[in-house]
């Protein structure tokens, strides 16, 4: 398995609402990141985690809320959100945090749209 | 501070050759890569080159890197239809987590 699994794919939320978005991948990758993406830009961190931990948090409103449950698995909680925030979120793998020989590997995305 | 910058738009006739170019200014960049985005989709992985080479080729496409200009291009052989897409440069330096710097993307247009 060489991907990376991104739900759902669309998600349009109001803004009280409560939702996740979920990412896995089974590579055996120790690093995850959290990227956001404004239509027509490129992709801007949000957040790294590096071994199930959070290793940088690009100064990130918390109504954004990170969550790594296991190696596996990187989900990112939404609460509040404002129309401002609808977006690409992309999610990446690799190998570990400090491995710059492959790249990272992307998830599709979740297109959010925030009413 | 680290600044990748990109041409935003390419057109190009199917069959010809493209080339993408890309500036950066962080003179400790080491690693440098080209990612794909096609329409409503994530990033692929296209190619990457670290600083200590000049080139690099793989199948249809060829990096080149002037490091004493900071400069890194794309030349994408034998262009088809399929090959439009967003296309980003990235760096990440050598020190501390290996995180990504894109540049603004160049949108290649490929017409038959």
């Known amino acids: 398995d060489t991907e990376v699994t991104q739900t759902p794919k669309h998600l349009v939320m109001g803004m009280t609402n409560k939702k996740s978005l979920k990412c896995e991948q089974h590579m055996g990758h120790r690093a995850m990141y959290w990227y956001k993406q404004k239509a027509k830009k490129p992709p801007e961190l949000m957040f790294v985690y590096s071994y199930e931990k959070l290793s940088i948090n690009e100064s990130v409103p918390s109504r954004f809320s990170p969550e790594c449950p296991n190696s596996s698995l990187l989900n990112l909680h939404l609460h509040a959100l404002q129309p401002e925030d609808s977006a690409l979120y992309l999610c990446?793998?690799?190998?570990?945090?400090?491995?710059?020989?492959?790249?990272?590997?992307f998830g599709s995305g979740t297109r959010l749209t925030v009413v | 501070g680290e600044d990748v910058e990109q041409s935003l738009f390419l057109s190009v006739r199917e069959g010809d050759s493209s080339v993408i170019n890309c500036t950066y200014t962080d003179s400790s960049s080491t690693y440098l890569y080209w990612y794909k985005q096609e329409p409503g989709a994530g990033l692929q992985l296209l190619t990457y080159?670290?600083?200590?080479?000049d080139m690099k080729q793989d199948q249809r496409l060829t990096v080149l890197l002037n490091k004493k200009d900071k400069h890194l291009s794309l030349r994408i052989a034998d262009t088809q239809t399929g090959d439009s897409a967003i296309y980003f440069c990235?760096?990440?330096?050598?020190?501390?987590?290996?995180?990504?710097?894109f540049g603004k993307g160049t949108m290649l247009l490929v017409s038959p």
């Open positions: 990446a793998s690799s190998q570990d945090a400090s491995d710059r020989n492959y790249g990272y590997t």
């Open positions: 990235a760096e990440t330096t050598n020190s501390g987590y290996s995180t990504l710097t």
């Open positions: 080159i670290f600083s200590n080479m």
